[in-house]
């Protein structure tokens, strides 16, 4: 895919260097067009280098090529991160007294511009204003996060973090936002991770999920215009932002994370990978090793079904939308589907998202192959192998036409 990456003059400059290592890692071709005040941040020559091209900010440079309008004619997505108040208002005018500029006029593919700026600039009247001209022309201006700034100040205006603007571009591409606001006024849960179950204060019983499907899910959500509680459990990832997130560590404290966020929630989507069993019995000091007895015998005790407790607890009503995965295994008496359409049966959720697990597959890898099962038996073909993002838009979609029909 043929990236433009232009960068404006904020002091988050520099965290567009790891955004354009995260592209050109994905294998994308990026080129970087920078405005004079973003070489102020970060020079020419690191863009070059991480790029593998030469950078300019002048029309006038390469003019037999015509840059201002092929690079823009030629992208298949053009992202401005980070997108400064003076950038998105040059942008809503159709201003063109730079590379940048003109390119932002010539392009015809996606656009994404990613704002920072400090919190008086980013709420101010007429940021508020041209932020709304260029969504109502189709032009995907991310929320920035809340934070740190620059300096002591803190609150909205911060730079979103680089892996969840690829996240938002990754999504743009797939079509994951070809139904942006599709989700507007709706309050979605979505759980992500794996439970661990203390033995003493160093051991756990616990599995193999990253939480990278179920953050995927919760970013896509956002996208198309909901408002995301993740329930996270155990996950070494960045919090998406505009997410609220929970964190959590054992089942049951999953369990009641989730039966809290859902009361009054639209769609609830359990992802994350909860632990079926939890010791007996809680050491608190560190179970020694004996030479006496040798080996450690545990007692397990089974662990409560959270989904089968949401779909219990709405009685006859189908709100909130429930959404079940499966992480499944083959063995000698069924195959994986075989063992998945029972557990379906089993829970009562309205969809059920089952993939197949084990070495090298699904759990820590960025791409996957999922199957989406339904009530009305409709096609469960295989989606994938394809990354997380492309999974998760497949599941909003699906949830997406289910809600149609309650």
Known sequence: MRIVLGVSGGIAAYKACSLLRLFTEAGHDVTVVPTAAALEFVGAPTWAALSGKPVSTQVWTSVEQVPHVRLGQQADLVVVAPATADLLARAAHGLADDLLSNVLLTARCPVVLAPAMHTEMWQHPATTANVATLRARGVHVIDPASGRLTGADSGPGRLPEPEDIAAFCESVVAGGTAAEGALTGLHVVVSAGGTREPIDPVRYLGNRSSGKQGYALARVARDRGAQVTLISANVSLPAPSGVEVVAVETTRDLQQAVMAAAAGADVVVMAAAPADFRPASYADHKIKKSD???????????????????????????????????????????????????????????????????????????????????????????????????????????????????
Do not use: Y
Request: glycine content about 10%; hydrophobic content about 40%; aromatic content about 4%.
């Open 292 to 406: 006496s007895t040798p080996g450690l015998h545990l007692d397990l005790v089974e662990n409560p079904d959270i989904v089968r407790g949401l779909v219990a607890g709405r009685g006859e009503s189908r709100s909130p939308l429930i959404v079940s995965f499966a992480a499944e295994t083959g063995d000698a008496s069924a195959s994986v589907m075989d063992h998945a359409r029972a557990k379906f049966a089993r829970k009562g959720s309205d969809l059920q998202v089952v993939n197949e697990v084990g070495p090298g597959l699904t759990f820590g890898q960025d791409d996957a192959v999922i199957r989406i099962l339904r009530r009305d038996g409709g096609p469960d073909e295989p989606i994938g192998p394809a990354d997380k993002v492309t999974l998760a838009a497949a599941v909003w979609d699906a949830i997406q036409h289910e809600l149609t029909s309650i």
